[in-house]
């Protein structure tokens, strides 16, 4: 049966359609043009770095000028060619199905930051923008990710209060400024933070100013400590 409809469906690869051997996979051309963030990486963004892993934990320039509120946290891409197309795809291109590579991809990248009893969190939408969009592509990715890791999934603990004004094309000081206290916990969600260390996730982390508003948001509310889990870091010199 299985063979069988593999025959009448066969794999896909989850960006360009060709046949593959493997479900939810990337064909080789795809894999090419993608840019994973492998080797040593900043350990609070995920930005790869030059030079080889010596077990210390390194920072990028960002992460080093602007501490940030949460401790580790890691990308599983960089913002750039085939990946920005996943990404952009998945966000914006009802491709819905692609959240479960994606969510493969993340567990792979997030293993060294992940602990048990962790609560996976998703940076949320503001409500008219879900409803325009009728998914959170973070929730899903979060969704994922805590079913495959065996960690707690809590889609709607964080909340935007207000509206926030479309970032695109601002510098990194006018989004810090626009998010800052953007993000709050849920009245009816704080008993699930008390004690507790957060992994938030989110497509995309450009400055980190909506993920540091969410991030001060559980910490102000309880958590002990905050890490990140980012589909693709936007690397600072491009
Ligand atoms: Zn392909
Ligand atoms: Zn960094």
């Not at 079913?147 to 094309?169: V, Y």
């Not at 709050?184 to 540091?212: F, I, K, N, Q």
Request: proline letters at 7%; a positive charge; aromatic letters at 4%.
């Amino acid at each position: 049966m299985q063979s069988a409809l593999r025959l009448i469906y066969p794999p896909r690869c989850v960006s360009c359609g060709d046949t593959v051997a493997q479900d939810f996979a990337l064909c080789l051309p795809c894999w090419g043009q993608t840019p994973f963030a492998a080797g040593l990486v900043c350990d609070a963004c995920g930005t790869p770095l030059p030079g080889q892993d010596s077990g210390q934990p390194e920072y990028c320039d960002a992460c080093l000028t602007r501490p940030r509120a949460w401790t580790r946290g890691r990308a599983a891409l960089v913002y750039a060619d085939n990946a920005r197309k996943l990404v952009l795809a998945l966000k914006h291109g009802d491709r819905t199905d692609l959240a479960r590579p994606a969510a493969v991809w993340l567990l792979r990248a997030a293993r060294p930051v992940l602990m048990p009893g962790m609560l996976v969190v998703p940076v949320p939408l503001h409500r008219w923008r879900l409803v325009r969009r009728r998914y959170n592509q973070a929730a899903l990715l979060s969704a994922g990710l805590a079913r495959a890791a065996g960690l707690d999934h809590c889609p709607d603990l964080l909340i935007r209060p207000h509206a926030t004004p479309i970032l695109d094309g601002l510098g990194a000081e006018a989004r810090f400024a626009a998010l800052d206290g953007a993000i709050a916990v849920h009245p009816r969600r704080r008993d699930r933070l008390a004690g507790r260390t957060v992994l938030l996730v989110d497509d995309v982390m450009t400055s980190g100013a909506t993920l540091e508003a969410a991030a001060c948001a559980c910490l102000a509310a309880g958590a002990v400590e905050v890490r990140i889990a980012v589909l693709a870091r936007v690397a600072q010199n491009l």
